[in-house]
């Protein structure tokens, strides 16, 4: 085993809403982003102090205290509170310090650096220094003690960076308090060689293997990055090649042209740019990744030189690489920085990921709904008005963790609000609209396209649903599914493909119905339920089931089925097209041809199938004529007596069918009446496959009592189409294909503000937040994460071992 093998026992940190590496892997892992972009550059928090002030003889400097704190909780997790059971005089202090001569660091006046104040404060005599070269500051420092450890000068290390700015330094002056923790950041790692860590049976989070220092290419940093990374793993003795996670940009500029089967992240994009902390936050990050041998997805934007597949789940190490991990980090005066990591000798490989892990990262949003009720008018009012304020000092993670305090204090008001935001500027701005929408006395306000609801009721909403058919897309999977597991059950019991055809019908008509019953799973679990539903030709098996019919198994195994069927059983050579004409006209530029009207979408929509030269025929008669036609992509003429062998399979499938009687109100569209309990739906089912689709009237009819409309499944062709029917209708997709959770916490935002009984919770299951008080300035110091389900990320549990001291000079 090679003496340059050091090995990582011990670490803290106190980063914005992370003030220990615990809370900076769960932000890692659920992608909380604790930082605003600052005009001009830099970054703000949120005004949370993810730990107390640090006090202790001597500590005047904010700085100090910072580091003092961060020192001393990282030799505690070592295992040596205190330093207890080290010795002295082999054991080395190496801290950056910043900002750029921001402010000195001072004690009584005399100037005195932070990694002497730690080793006096410890009683460690084995030496201590700054290191000062911009971006890159703490990496360095880990870099030199890896030096001294390989060398044999020292027997543990102390090694990390501390930022405290200028602004902090005053505000301390001025209060007499603790600083303020706005951007005051420090990381710390304790190292020791690692055959000395297993001898002693001290935990060893990651083991560095190899390290890289180049400067002077200020002009050309790619060229620094690359002779970094060259020297470390030549240290290290391994290629590249076989590292699967890397941390930091630098990798990213040392690649140039090559793309690489392995993860990118950078921390930084979870707290911001943290100076002279910013390059063992990095270290951090890696070490935590290997130590659960769990690669986290970025946060930010992918890196197109990285495989960018699986980016949005926590995955495990290639079974067939070793868990190795590479950190990186730059200077602004051209050092570049790196650092090679990976599994300690001995450590046993993980099946697979952590299921915290696979949890937290799930609980991802884009998307984030503000709920506020109360008993009247000017309290909901004033209250929005004051959230506005606060909104515009939340980072994104702040904006979770308002979402979720607001939540948490639904009280089942009769004036409610509801506001979907993708970013604090974003709630700012809807708070505020809202504010000024309801001056006038407080109307109704339904506006999904700036994401605002608004209204009193003191009754429940008549919600009325439309299942949509093949053509609603149906080839991938959304947000949605990916966000709450009843979603992503429904994908598995329906064993679909990970990639469906959007036209094959057995894919893509089994997706669709899957869509929709995983929206309407997820819907009733929010607390959202209708009265009536009506299904637009394949969507009629979805409303049949949601009636109480069939269960779900039923329904998906009859839908399989029914896309065999229509695959295999047709006659080939149809095609539909759309004419945007109402039903006379369309008929008129149909005459003469072997065609037929296969839908009744709406006023001036509708559908004409047939054999496919038909069909182009009847298409350019209307462009001539001045109407516009859309052909759809479908590979067959559904709707018309080209499908009679399809009918007919499929009635011989429905014939050894049972059905229950209907216990909801469903409309068809073969019939545009309600469904009677006592139909006989199997004749129903096969009669769809040829009868015209009569969506105009049957959605008129559902929709015409109906406070809401929704959409549950992929797209949002039927929301359209009824806008079209009825103006007025107030009417959402779910849209379950969707990257973003927008269009489904709409849905739920616009059926709380019209009285539904939601159940905020439901949002917030498995997610990663914080406690915020809305009242006041901030969430209190070091409270635990808000969760359900148990703790996300922590290390395993495990005895802490007896330990002998760690050098020769007790």
Not at 178 to 186: K, N, R, V, W
Not at 240 to 252: A, K, M, P, R, Y
Not at 379 to 392: E, Q, S
Request: aromatic share 4%; hydrophobic share 45%; net charge neutral.
């Amino acid at each position: 085993m090679s003496a340059a093998r050091i090995a990582i026992v011990g670490m803290a940190c106190r980063y914005p809403d992370a003030d220990s590496p615990d809370r900076l892997w769960e932000n890692v892992l659920a992608g909380r982003r604790a930082f605003r972009p600052r005009p001009g550059g830099g970054r703000d928090d949120d005004g949370r102090h993810p730990a107390g002030p640090v006090t202790g003889p001597g500590a005047a400097d904010p700085a100090h205290r910072l580091a003092l704190e961060v020192a001393g909780r990282a030799l505690a997790d070592a295992g040596f509170p205190d330093a207890g059971g080290l010795a002295g005089r082999t054991t080395r202090v190496v801290v950056a310090e910043g900002p750029d001569g921001a402010h000195p660091v001072t004690v009584g006046g005399t100037a005195r650096g932070v990694a002497a104040r730690i080793g006096d404060h410890f009683g460690f005599t084995g030496g201590g220094h700054a290191v000062d070269d911009a971006w890159s500051w703490s990496l360095l420092p880990v870099v030199t003690a890896a030096e001294a450890l390989a060398a044999g000068e020292v027997d543990v290390a102390l090694a990390g960076g501390v930022d405290v700015p200028a602004a902090v330094v005053a505000d301390d002056a001025t209060t007499g308090g603790a600083p303020s923790g706005d951007e005051a950041a420090c990381g710390v790692v304790v190292l020791v060689r690692e055959r000395d860590a297993l001898d002693q049976g001290l935990r060893v989070y990651a083991t560095i293997t190899g390290w890289g220092v180049s400067s002077g290419e200020q002009d050309h940093p790619e060229v620094g990055h690359r002779v970094a990374l060259r020297r470390a793993y030549r240290r290290a003795g391994y290629d590249v090649g076989t590292v699967s996670c890397f941390q930091g940009h630098g990798v990213d500029a040392a690649l140039g042209d090559a793309r690489v089967s392995a993860a990118l992240s950078a921390v930084e994009e979870n707290i911001g740019h943290t100076r002279a902390a910013a390059g063992v936050a990095g270290l951090l990050a890696a070490a935590l990744a290997v130590f659960h041998q769990t690669i986290p997805p970025p946060t930010g934007p992918a890196s197109a030189h990285f495989d960018p597949t699986r980016d949005d789940e926590a995955r495990a190490w290639p079974a067939d690489r070793p868990v190795r991990a590479g950190v990186a980090a730059a200077g602004k005066g051209g050092t570049a920085t790196h650092v090679a990591l990976e599994l300690p000798t001995g450590a046993r490989r993980a099946a697979g990921p952590a299921r915290q892990a696979v949890t937290a990262v799930a609980g991802r949003q884009d998307a984030e709904l503000l709920l506020v009720d109360g008993p009247d008018l000017d309290a909901v009012r004033g209250r929005l008005a004051g959230l506005a304020d606060r909104a515009a000092t939340l980072t994104d993670a702040g904006l979770t963790d308002l979402a979720g305090a607001l939540a948490d204090e639904v009280s089942g008001g009769p004036v409610r609000a509801a506001v979907v935001a993708t970013s604090p500027d974003d709630a700012r701005r809807g708070l505020a609209r809202l504010v000024e929408l309801t001056g006038s006395g407080g109307t109704g306000v339904f506006r999904p396209e700036e994401g605002v609801f608004f209204d009193r009721r003191t009754t429940r909403p008549a919600i009325a649903y439309l299942f949509p058919a093949q053509g609603s897309r149906g080839g991938g999977t959304g947000a949605l599914w990916r966000r709450f597991p009843v979603a992503a059950g429904v994908l598995r019991a329906a064993g679909l493909p990970s990639r469906a055809d959007r036209t094959a019908p057995e894919d893509a008509q089994l997706r669709v119905v899957a869509g929709s019953l995983a929206a309407v799973r997820v819907l009733a679990t929010a607390g959202v339920a209708a009265r009536i539903a009506v299904g637009h030709s394949l969507g009629e098996f979805t409303a049949f089931a949601w009636a109480g019919a069939m269960g779900e198994d039923r329904l998906l195994a009859l839908v399989a089925a029914r896309g065999r069927v229509m695959a295999r059983a047709s006659d080939g050579g149809g095609a539909m097209a759309v004419l945007v004409a109402d039903p006379a006209r369309a008929t008129a530029l149909a005459h003469g041809e072997d065609v037929v009207i296969a839908g009744y979408h709406g006023p001036d929509e509708t559908v004409v199938s047939g054999p496919a030269d038909a069909v182009d025929r009847v298409c350019a008669a209307a462009a001539a004529g001045g109407v516009r036609a859309i052909r759809l992509k479908v590979p067959h003429a559904f709707h018309s007596p080209l499908v009679q062998p399809a009918a007919d399979a499929m009635g011989e499938v429905l014939a050894g069918c049972s059905f229950r009687p209907v216990r909801r109100a469903v409309v068809s569209t073969v019939t545009a009446d309600l469904v009677d309990e006592r139909a006989d739906l199997r004749a129903l089912l096969r009669d769809q496959v040829l009868a015209p689709v009569r969506f105009h009237e049957a959605a008129r009819l559902a929709v015409r009592d109906a406070d809401l409309v929704l959409e549950p499944g992929p797209g949002r062709v039927l929301t359209d189409l009824v806008r079209r029917i009825d103006p007025a209708v107030r009417a959402l997709p779910v849209d379950t294909e969707s990257p973003s959770l927008a269009p489904l916490l709409a849905a739920v935002g616009a059926a709380f503000a019209l009285g539904a009984a939601i159940e905020p919770a439901a949002l917030f299951a498995r997610r990663v937040r914080r406690p915020l008080r809305l009242d006041g300035p901030a969430a209190g110091h070091g409270a635990e994460p808000v969760r359900t389900g148990g703790h996300c990320c922590s290390p395993t549990a495990r005895p802490v071992p007896v330990r002998v001291p760690v050098g020769g000079d007790g």
